[in-house]
């Protein structure tokens, strides 16, 4: 089975769920037992799951320490993840580890206690993100948190499950230009 094979039939599978396990630390997943859904995970041969989804919503992370170590001992092709659901979590920030996945189309990260609206920057690196969750955090009272995030993001189509329209993109825009100055502006500035 060729690469390309293992992430089209992987596209199909189960998540790998770790969701409503209590679990502390990344490191808990070794030794949990996932959720088993209506189907059954595969496997490959070396007994690692072939999805590209991990599910570990609602529980009590805190951070993401060591999570691609423990992604490659329990997904047979980490990089292929496109699905993450940190959803109802304590997360305070967005770990960097999760930019490495440039797979990655969905991410949610609602229910969680970002502070910084700044964090969202973080994701502009993933080319293949179109769906992100992030309502519930502390950021979601910022002023012009919808349209910070959709100008930072300008490739995702759903945000915080609803799709973004070009009427949104306008108003992100008319926004961006009234509310964040150009380097060189601030540059001026600064120099006074």
């Known amino acids: 089975m060729s690469k390309q094979d293992s992430m089209n039939t992987s596209v199909q599978e189960p998540p790998l769920d770790f969701s409503f396990r209590s679990i502390h630390v990344i490191q808990d997943l ?18 690692k799951s072939l999805t590209q989804s991990l599910w570990l919503n609602n529980n009590v992370l ?3 320490r060591d999570f691609n170590t423990v992604m490659s001992q329990l997904l047979e092709h980490p990089e292929n993840l496109a699905w993450i659901d940190l959803s109802f979590n304590d997360l305070s920030s967005i770990d960097p580890v999760l930019t490495t996945f440039f797979n990655l189309s969905v991410l949610y990260l609602h ?11 973080k994701l502009a690196v993933l080319p293949r993100l179109r769906s992100l969750t992030l309502h519930g955090n502390p950021i979601e009272e ?3 948190y919808r349209q910070y995030v959709l100008c930072t993001l300008p490739r995702i189509t759903t945000f915080d499950f609803s799709g973004v329209t070009k009427a949104d993109r306008i108003t ?3 926004w961006k230009s009234m509310n964040i100055k150009s380097k060189k502006v601030r540059i001026k500035h600064n120099a006074l």
């Open 30 to 47: 070794i030794s949990e037992e996932p959720r088993t859904g209506l189907r059954p995970l595969r496997h490959s041969k070396s007994g």
């Open 142 to 144: 910022e002023k012009g």
């Open 172 to 174: 992100a825009e008319v």
């Open 62 to 64: 805190n951070d993401l």
């Open 111 to 121: 229910g969680n206690s970002i502070q910084r609206l700044g964090e969202v920057n």
